[in-house]
């Protein structure tokens, strides 16, 4: 429920939302939200977004880049839980696709291979079926695609019993 805590001109919405797009990237649906929130009419907030896309305040595609990019890099999410949450913004299939670009393939694999280290130390008193399915587990709630994990568990597996 947005709750309208103001009525604005739309002139002074679109300073207002000049600022908060200005302020880091959004995508449509938030600045909708944020248009709605004003006590603006659908169509004004539609014409505010075209016009903040004009002047490039407003580019989904720069969100969806610097959303995969922030989110791997500094949460440490995978593909699945990063392509879902985009999906919740209401990204298109398109910029999700070009925002997954961000991710190198190569840091990829490294990441989910320490994030799969780190667990499988944290329990070592764990039996060995118990360690294996928590640790995936933690992976998949994490967003890591499963067939990845299961492949990179057989390495540490394999390591820890040499």
């Not at 610097?66 to 890099?73: A, I, L, Y």
């Not at 130390?121 to 890591?144: I, N, P, S």
Request: charge should be positive.
């Amino acid at each position: 429920m947005i709750l309208r805590t103001q009525s604005l001109t739309p002139e002074q919405a679109f300073m207002k939302l000049k600022h908060y797009c200005a302020y880091q990237e959004r995508c449509h649906q938030e600045v909708k939200e944020k248009g709605y929130s004003f006590g603006l009419r659908k169509a004004d907030v539609e014409q505010l977004i075209s016009r903040l896309i004009e002047e490039d305040y407003l580019n989904e595609e720069r969100f969806a880049r610097q959303f995969v990019g922030g989110h791997f890099r500094l949460k440490k999410w995978g593909i699945i839980k990063i392509t879902y949450a985009l999906k919740q913004k209401q990204v298109s299939t398109y910029n999700i696709k070009k925002g997954l670009l961000e991710i190198d393939a190569e840091a990829y694999r490294k990441t989910a291979l320490q994030l799969i280290k780190t667990k499988w130390m944290a329990l070592k008193k764990e039996q060995y079926r118990v360690r294996e399915a928590k640790t995936q587990a933690y992976l998949a709630q994490k967003g890591f695609e499963p067939a990845l994990v299961q492949e990179l568990i057989k390495i540490v597996r394999n390591g820890a019993n040499q």
